[in-house]
């Protein structure tokens, strides 16, 4: 059995929602946590550079994204449980002036700065992306036996991993009729069979 799958390179993994209301950290977690998945999660360069693509033309004041500590010794970490793995502080920053700045914001220049969490500031949600991958697998079995499905999706999900593919992804198959993942095509010397795998976070 073969397998062949193409995954998008360079792609942020969130889609990001901008809200002008302003809000405490904590009031503006409940609202993205309402309306969407979370307060922002940021990566990575990309997706910081997705995050302020998403602010309207015009906005120049700072806003919340989902990094926080819960105490003056506490590991940062963002509102969904994700590392803190990028950083990309104003000089000088975090400083924790008047030793109660446990939230932060980022500017309109990508800059970030803790800050005291009550005070009131627009903010960014985010959604988790789904992506669609087009598998095509060659095989004398009957690929849609559900075991043989398993093997399938767990050999794509090491490929993918290869690729780029995060920890926390979750990848499922699409049915689009009865049952049935894959649906056979005929050729020569060999048959294929294509399936739609759904990529989507948690």
């Not at 990094?67 to 502080?89: C, E, H, I, Q």
């Not at 009550?118 to 009957?142: A, G, H, P, T, W």
């Not at 043989?148 to 499922?172: C, F, H, I």
Request: hydrophobic share 35%.
């Amino acid at each position: 059995m073969s397998l062949s799958a193409a995954l998008s390179s360079g792609v942020n993994s969130y889609v990001f929602y901008f809200v002008s209301v302003k809000m405490s950290w904590t009031d503006a977690r409940t609202y993205c946590r309402q309306h969407h998945s979370d307060l922002a999660t940021v990566n990575d360069q990309t997706d910081l550079n997705e995050l302020l693509k998403s602010l309207p033309s015009g906005f120049r004041d700072n806003l919340w994204i989902g990094l926080y500590r819960t105490d003056a010794n506490a590991a940062w970490v963002f509102s969904d449980g994700s590392k803190y793995m990028f950083n990309p502080w104003s000089p000088s920053q975090p400083n924790n002036a008047g030793g109660n700045q446990y939230c932060v914001y980022t500017s309109t220049a990508g800059y970030w700065n803790d800050w005291t969490c009550s005070d009131k500031l627009s903010f960014m949600c985010y959604e988790k992306k789904i992506q669609i991958v087009r598998l095509e697998v060659k095989s004398s079995q009957n690929v849609n036996d559900p075991a043989l499905k398993n093997t399938v999706l767990a050999k794509l999900e090491q490929k993918l991993q290869e690729n780029g593919l995060t920890e926390d992804a979750k990848l499922s198959w699409m049915m689009f009729s009865g049952e049935k993942v894959f649906h056979k095509r005929w050729y020569q010397m060999s048959d294929a069979f294509n399936a739609p795998c759904k990529r989507a976070k948690n």
